[in-house]
């Protein structure tokens, strides 16, 4: 029987290991990341160190994994936003003209 759970902890430490995988691709792609509030990035951030530290002091290395890879997507993530967001901000606060286009450097 702890062969069974074992598994079971295994398959669900990668598959909460990988859940940010694909919401890190579409923020990356559609450069759209208003979904995400900072306040839910930094309380995930504050869980996870909890919980890595808690990982640590037991030695649970699947904690210990699994916490490591959510932290290293919520950075990327919180990376991502603050980007995107001042990109945006940026962009909007220029204005173009023909007159001045040279003078900008790319």
Known sequence: MDSIVNILGLIGSIGISVMLIPQIYKVYKTKISEGFSYLFLFINIFSGILM?????????????????????????????????????KFNNHCIIDDDNISDIII
Request: proline content about 3%.
């Open 52 to 88: 890595l530290i808690y990982g640590i002091y037991y030695y649970l290395l699947p904690v210990m994994l699994i916490n490591s890879c959510v932290l290293l997507s919520i950075c990327i993530l919180i990376y991502l936003k603050y980007t995107i967001e001042n990109f945006k």
